[in-house]
Protein backbone atom coordinates (compact mmCIF):
# COMPACT_ATOMS: atom_id res chain seq x y z
CA UNK A 1 0.00 0.00 0.00
CA UNK A 2 1.01 3.48 -0.79
CA UNK A 3 2.30 5.68 1.94
CA UNK A 4 0.12 8.69 0.65
CA UNK A 5 -2.73 6.21 1.48
CA UNK A 6 -2.10 5.19 4.74
CA UNK A 7 -1.80 8.85 5.74
CA UNK A 8 -5.25 9.64 4.06
CA UNK A 9 -6.42 6.90 5.93
CA UNK A 10 -5.06 7.50 9.06
CA UNK A 11 -6.29 11.27 8.46
CA UNK A 12 -9.45 9.58 7.92
CA UNK A 13 -9.36 8.09 11.04
CA UNK A 14 -8.37 11.38 13.09
CA UNK A 15 -11.36 12.48 11.73
CA UNK A 16 -13.62 10.08 12.32
CA UNK A 17 -12.57 10.49 16.07
CA UNK A 18 -13.31 14.05 16.41
CA UNK A 19 -16.09 13.50 15.09
CA UNK A 20 -17.08 10.75 17.38
CA UNK A 21 -16.09 12.89 20.13
CA UNK A 22 -18.15 15.94 19.43
CA UNK A 23 -21.09 13.28 19.14
CA UNK A 24 -20.42 11.67 22.57
CA UNK A 25 -19.86 15.42 24.06
CA UNK A 26 -22.96 16.58 22.89
CA UNK A 27 -25.03 13.54 23.75
CA UNK A 28 -25.24 14.26 27.38
CA UNK A 29 -23.18 11.30 28.38
CA UNK A 30 -21.26 12.37 31.76
CA UNK A 31 -17.75 12.72 31.27
CA UNK A 32 -15.09 13.59 33.92
CA UNK A 33 -15.23 16.94 34.59
CA UNK A 34 -12.64 19.09 32.98
CA UNK A 35 -10.83 21.25 34.47
CA UNK A 36 -9.07 22.84 32.09
CA UNK A 37 -9.93 23.79 28.36
CA UNK A 38 -8.29 21.25 25.37
CA UNK A 39 -6.56 23.05 23.08
CA UNK A 40 -7.58 22.92 19.30
CA UNK A 41 -5.81 21.17 16.72
CA UNK A 42 -4.07 22.25 14.22
CA UNK A 43 -1.17 21.24 12.15
CA UNK A 44 2.65 22.49 11.77
CA UNK A 45 4.62 20.64 13.93
CA UNK A 46 5.61 23.70 16.53
CA UNK A 47 1.72 24.01 17.10
CA UNK A 48 1.34 20.13 17.82
CA UNK A 49 4.57 20.49 19.75
CA UNK A 50 2.53 23.28 21.82
CA UNK A 51 -0.33 21.20 22.24
CA UNK A 52 0.86 18.00 22.94
CA UNK A 53 2.70 19.99 26.17
CA UNK A 54 -1.20 21.97 26.71
CA UNK A 55 -2.57 17.87 26.82
CA UNK A 56 0.51 16.80 29.02
CA UNK A 57 -0.04 19.27 31.70
CA UNK A 58 -3.95 18.61 31.42
CA UNK A 59 -3.93 15.21 31.64
CA UNK A 60 -1.30 14.83 34.72
CA UNK A 61 -3.66 17.48 36.22
CA UNK A 62 -6.90 15.70 34.96
CA UNK A 63 -6.17 11.66 34.52
CA UNK A 64 -9.79 11.14 33.54
CA UNK A 65 -10.18 13.45 31.14
CA UNK A 66 -11.10 11.29 28.03
CA UNK A 67 -11.16 13.64 25.67
CA UNK A 68 -7.41 15.41 26.29
CA UNK A 69 -6.53 11.75 26.39
CA UNK A 70 -7.86 11.20 22.91
CA UNK A 71 -6.40 14.53 21.32
CA UNK A 72 -2.74 13.74 23.04
CA UNK A 73 -3.02 9.73 21.47
CA UNK A 74 -4.18 11.55 18.06
CA UNK A 75 -1.41 13.86 18.51
CA UNK A 76 1.09 11.59 19.31
CA UNK A 77 -0.28 9.42 16.36
CA UNK A 78 0.55 12.54 13.78
CA UNK A 79 3.78 13.15 14.74
CA UNK A 80 5.01 9.38 14.62
CA UNK A 81 5.63 8.81 17.98
CA UNK A 82 4.02 5.58 18.42
CA UNK A 83 4.89 4.20 21.61
CA UNK A 84 3.24 7.50 23.23
CA UNK A 85 0.25 6.90 21.43
CA UNK A 86 -0.06 3.11 22.35
CA UNK A 87 0.41 4.46 26.45
CA UNK A 88 -2.20 7.58 25.90
CA UNK A 89 -4.77 5.22 23.63
CA UNK A 90 -4.51 2.95 26.61
CA UNK A 91 -5.40 5.51 28.81
CA UNK A 92 -8.44 6.46 26.39
CA UNK A 93 -9.09 2.94 26.01
CA UNK A 94 -9.65 2.80 30.42
CA UNK A 95 -12.02 5.35 30.19
CA UNK A 96 -13.67 4.55 27.23
CA UNK A 97 -13.37 0.97 26.43
CA UNK A 98 -16.01 0.11 23.95
CA UNK A 99 -14.71 2.66 21.55
CA UNK A 100 -13.82 0.79 18.22
CA UNK A 101 -11.80 3.88 17.22
CA UNK A 102 -9.56 4.06 20.17
CA UNK A 103 -8.49 0.47 19.60
CA UNK A 104 -7.92 0.58 16.22
CA UNK A 105 -5.95 3.70 16.38
CA UNK A 106 -3.44 1.80 18.66
CA UNK A 107 -3.48 -0.97 16.42
CA UNK A 108 -2.20 1.26 13.58
CA UNK A 109 0.52 2.09 16.14
CA UNK A 110 1.48 -1.00 17.11
CA UNK A 111 1.79 -2.22 13.31
CA UNK A 112 3.90 0.87 13.13
CA UNK A 113 6.71 -0.71 15.79
CA UNK A 114 6.36 -4.21 14.36
CA UNK A 115 3.46 -5.68 17.09
CA UNK A 116 1.48 -7.10 14.23
CA UNK A 117 -0.37 -9.83 16.88
CA UNK A 118 -1.09 -6.41 19.27
CA UNK A 119 -2.25 -4.85 16.41
CA UNK A 120 -4.59 -7.99 14.64
CA UNK A 121 -5.82 -8.34 18.72
CA UNK A 122 -6.81 -4.84 18.85
CA UNK A 123 -8.45 -4.64 15.56
CA UNK A 124 -10.35 -7.90 16.61
CA UNK A 125 -11.45 -5.92 19.86
CA UNK A 126 -12.98 -3.28 17.27
CA UNK A 127 -14.88 -5.80 15.73
CA UNK A 128 -16.21 -7.38 18.73
CA UNK A 129 -17.42 -4.28 19.49
CA UNK A 130 -18.47 -3.28 16.44
CA UNK A 131 -19.34 -6.18 13.64
CA UNK A 132 -19.31 -3.10 11.35
CA UNK A 133 -16.61 -1.20 11.39
CA UNK A 134 -14.69 -0.49 8.41
CA UNK A 135 -11.43 1.33 9.22
CA UNK A 136 -10.76 -1.94 11.83
CA UNK A 137 -11.04 -4.88 8.98
CA UNK A 138 -9.25 -2.69 6.63
CA UNK A 139 -6.69 -2.40 8.58
CA UNK A 140 -6.24 -6.23 9.50
CA UNK A 141 -6.32 -6.53 5.71
CA UNK A 142 -2.99 -4.62 5.43
CA UNK A 143 -1.23 -6.39 8.16
CA UNK A 144 -2.04 -10.00 6.80
CA UNK A 145 -1.31 -8.85 2.95
CA UNK A 146 2.10 -6.37 3.57
CA UNK A 147 3.21 -7.54 6.75
CA UNK A 148 2.54 -11.20 7.36
CA UNK A 149 2.13 -12.00 3.79
CA UNK A 150 -0.79 -14.22 4.20
CA UNK A 151 -3.03 -12.93 1.03
CA UNK A 152 -5.66 -15.19 1.33
CA UNK A 153 -6.73 -14.08 4.87
CA UNK A 154 -6.18 -10.48 3.70
CA UNK A 155 -8.79 -11.28 0.63
CA UNK A 156 -11.29 -13.27 3.34
CA UNK A 157 -11.29 -9.58 5.69
CA UNK A 158 -11.04 -7.35 2.65
CA UNK A 159 -14.19 -9.19 1.01
CA UNK A 160 -16.19 -9.09 4.60
CA UNK A 161 -15.66 -5.14 4.20
CA UNK A 162 -16.72 -4.63 0.82
CA UNK A 163 -20.09 -7.29 2.25
CA UNK A 164 -20.42 -3.82 4.11
CA UNK A 165 -19.19 -1.26 1.87
CA UNK A 166 -19.22 -1.45 -1.91
CA UNK A 167 -19.33 1.98 -3.34
CA UNK A 168 -17.17 4.21 -1.46
CA UNK A 169 -13.91 5.38 -2.57
CA UNK A 170 -12.11 3.49 0.23
CA UNK A 171 -14.16 0.32 -0.93
CA UNK A 172 -12.54 1.00 -4.67
CA UNK A 173 -9.12 1.03 -3.19
CA UNK A 174 -9.71 -2.46 -1.16
CA UNK A 175 -11.19 -3.88 -4.52
CA UNK A 176 -7.68 -3.17 -5.99
CA UNK A 177 -5.75 -4.34 -3.22
CA UNK A 178 -7.59 -7.73 -3.67
CA UNK A 179 -7.24 -7.80 -7.07
CA UNK A 180 -3.71 -7.05 -6.72
CA UNK A 181 -3.26 -9.93 -4.15
CA UNK A 182 -5.33 -12.45 -6.49
CA UNK A 183 -2.68 -11.29 -9.75
CA UNK A 184 0.39 -12.20 -6.94
CA UNK A 185 1.80 -15.45 -6.87
CA UNK A 186 0.59 -17.23 -3.88
CA UNK A 187 2.87 -17.68 -0.62
CA UNK A 188 6.34 -16.34 -2.57
CA UNK A 189 8.58 -17.39 -0.16
CA UNK A 190 7.20 -21.09 -0.21
CA UNK A 191 8.73 -24.05 -0.90
Known amino acids: MKKENIIIAAMAIVILLLGCFLIFSLSGKK ?15 AEYQQRIAELEKI ?13 LANDYYDTDQPQ ?21 DQGVMYKRISA ?12 KIDPKHLQSLYNMGIIYAEDLKKPEMAIKIWTRYLELDSTSPAAQ ?15 PGAK
Open 31 to 45: EAPQTEKVPAGSGSP
Open 59 to 71: VANDPKNLQAWSM
Open 84 to 104: KAIDAYSRAIELDPNNPNLYT
Open 116 to 127: FDKALANFEKAQ
Open 173 to 187: QVKSMITQLKGAPQN
